[in-house]
């Protein structure tokens, strides 16, 4: 069983802090969503368009990446 330190604690990430968790610009990002390669992002409530990625996801995604290099 895979256990994460954010499991416990997780919540939702905007833009500028998923930048710097990881360290790759918007339009990767975007890229890489689109092909299936970096976690979905979530729209935050129904009533705004604003979105976030959950911080649990993107660790995965970071450890799933030092696994492969």
């Known amino acids: 069983m895979k256990t994460s330190i954010a499991t416990s604690t997780d919540r ?27 976690p979905k992002r979530r729209r935050i409530s129904q009533s705004s368009r604003s979105v976030g ?8 995604w970071i450890e799933s990446r030092q696994s492969v290099k």
């Open 53 to 60: 990625w959950l911080l649990s996801e993107l660790i995965e």
């Open 12 to 38: 939702f990430i905007r833009e500028a802090e998923r930048k710097a968790i990881t360290s790759i610009s918007r339009t990767t990002a975007w890229i890489l969503e689109q092909q299936g390669q970096f």
